[in-house]
Antibody
Framework: QVQLQESGPGLVKPSETLSLTCTVS??????????WGWIRQSPGKGLEWIGS???????DYNPSLKSRVTISVDTSKNQFSLKLNSVTAADTAIYYC?????????????WGQGNLVTVSS | EIVMTQSPATLSVSPGESATLSCRAS??????LAWFQQKPGQAPRLLIY???TRATGIPARFSGSGSGTEFTLTISSLQSEDFAVYYC??????????FGPGTKVDVK
């Protein structure tokens, strides 16, 4: 049973970069057939898919966030990460790291507990 | 972007009764539709994918149907643990997956 755990600062200043890491246990980020991603949830926008990375390293991003987002994998630490730059108050949300079902894309069966990030000076 | 809408916003149901939740897409998503359940303070939990396939460990009282733009999640004989918010999500439009605003199922 794979487990995901987000970590990172809970407070980020406007215009700075939000950085979160997801540590994976019970599975490997190198495993073929899985997509690893990030989804956020805010009262104003609801659930919003941010992007994902495949075991091969290929990435896909939400077009609305693409210019500001980078998702990467660190196989040595069995982690993957999210960077979102030039944040504003609209980026305040709970950020979840997620994993897809095997050989499926677009929906996610495993979720971390979530990391609340507030953007404020 | 495909816009997902859900109705009703809130559904009040007595335990033991059934609940029918609706989800509509602004354009066809074929059968690439998932349903999630979320309880307060928890992450969403995958219930249904492919419009009608139950995820591992999901009780048979949860069933999904529909295709194209109209989808339904039916919960038969609601248990106390089923009172939650339910979201639909389309994953047909790559790479722009979108969620509905949710339907809250509460106790009547």
């Amino acid at each position: 049973q794979v487990q995901l755990q987000e970590s990172g600062p809970g407070l980020v200043k406007p215009s700075e970069t939000l950085s979160l890491t997801c540590t994976v246990s019970g599975g490997s980020v190198s495993s073929r057939g899985y997509y690893w991603g990030w989804i956020r949830q805010s009262p104003g926008k609801g659930l919003e898919w941010i992007g994902s990375i495949y075991h091969s390293g290929s990435t896909d991003y939400n077009p609305s966030l693409k210019s500001r987002v980078t998702i990467s994998v660190d196989t040595s630490k069995n982690q993957f990460s999210l960077k979102l730059n030039s944040v504003t108050a609209a980026d305040t949300a709970i950020y979840y790291c997620v994993r897809s079902l095997y050989d499926s894309s677009g929906f996610y069966s495993s979720w971390g507990q979530g990391n609340l990030v507030t953007v404020s000076s | 972007e495909i816009v997902m809408t859900q109705s009703p916003a809130t559904l009040s149901v007595s335990p033991g009764e059934s609940a029918t939740l609706s989800c509509r897409a602004s354009q066809s998503v074929t059968s690439n539709l998932a349903w999630f359940q979320q309880k307060p303070g928890q992450a969403p939990r995958l219930l249904i994918y492919g419009a009608s396939t139950r995820a591992t460990g999901i009780p048979a009282r949860f069933s999904g149907s529909g295709s194209g733009t109209e989808f339904t999640l039916t919960i038969s004989s609601l248990q106390s643990e089923d009172f939650a918010v339910y979201y639909c999500q389309q994953y047909n439009n790559w790479p722009s997956f979108t969620f509905g605003p949710g339907t809250k199922v509460d106790v009547k």
